[in-house]
């Protein structure tokens, strides 16, 4: 069974720090995707990044960036620089037979 | 990616009445699905919506709670029947567009039931 776990449940920090979000993962399927999700407070879920198993690539994004190990199944993510706008829920989920799977979510507060 | 509508954005409805709630894509979408976020919590599937068939639903939910219609690839209702205050959550509903099975989501439902 697919399983996403972020054991981080809030992170608070102050603009211009660098935030690190964890997520890891279980699956038995040797192609899926993952994916990071923002929900500010506004209620919307909007997507930030995607990687597929076979990318083990780690790519920076403007102030995104994401670590990808396969071997730890494990795809982190980090903003850098943080601003006050990225305060929001960060899911990371999982990708099963077209359907996701999410992780409880970690809260972001960015405060000035 | 795709442009995604939801209605009601919100409403807030009675004990034992029904609510049902449109999902407008701007393209044609093969997948699309309904989601549920109870307060404070992830999101849960609660099926896969498949136009000319019956929804494909997921473990604890079933098709008398939550009847689902999908009458092309652009459109989709969610109902949720006989609601009680367990059923206040957002509901969304998410397609698959692009590339790398990509779920892109409408802005939401918000329901509060008294």
Redesign the interface.
């Known amino acids: 069974a697919q399983k996403v776990t972020q054991a981080q449940t809030e992170i608070s920090v102050v603009e211009k720090e660098d935030v690190t979000l964890d997520c890891v993962y279980e699956t038995r399927d040797t192609t899926y995707?993952l994916?990071w999700?923002k929900q500010p407070p506004s209620?919307?879920?909007v997507?930030l990044i995607?990687r597929?198993s076979f990318d083990e690539q780690n790519e920076i994004s403007g102030r995104y960036s994401w670590n990808f190990q396969k071997s730890t199944s494990s795809f982190n993510f980090t903003i850098t620089a943080s601003q006050v706008v990225d305060s929001a829920v960060y899911?990371c989920a999982l990708?099963y037979w077209?359907?996701?799977q999410?992780?409880?979510?970690t809260q972001v507060v960015v405060t000035p | 990616?795709a442009v995604i509508s939801q209605k009601p954005s919100r409403d807030i409805c009675q004990r034992g009445t029904s609510l049902t709630i449109q999902c407008q894509v701007d393209s044609q979408v093969t997948?699309m699905?309904w989601y549920r976020q109870q307060p404070g919590?992830?999101?849960?599937?609660i099926a896969?919506a498949n136009q000319g068939s019956e929804a494909t639903y997921e473990s604890g939910f079933v098709i008398d709670k939550f009847p689902i219609s999908r009458p092309n690839l652009t459109f989709s209702t969610l109902t949720v029947s006989n609601m009680s205050p367990e059923d206040s959550s957002?509901y969304?509903c998410?397609v698959?567009a692009g590339v790398?099975?990509?779920?892109?989501?409408?802005?939401?439902t918000?329901l509060t039931v008294l």
């Open positions: 995707y994916f999700y209620g919307e879920l997507f995607r597929n899911f990708t077209g359907k996701l999410f992780g409880a979510g | 990616s997948m699905f919590q992830s999101l849960t599937l896969t957002i969304l998410s698959i790398g099975d990509t779920q892109y989501f409408g802005p939401g918000r």
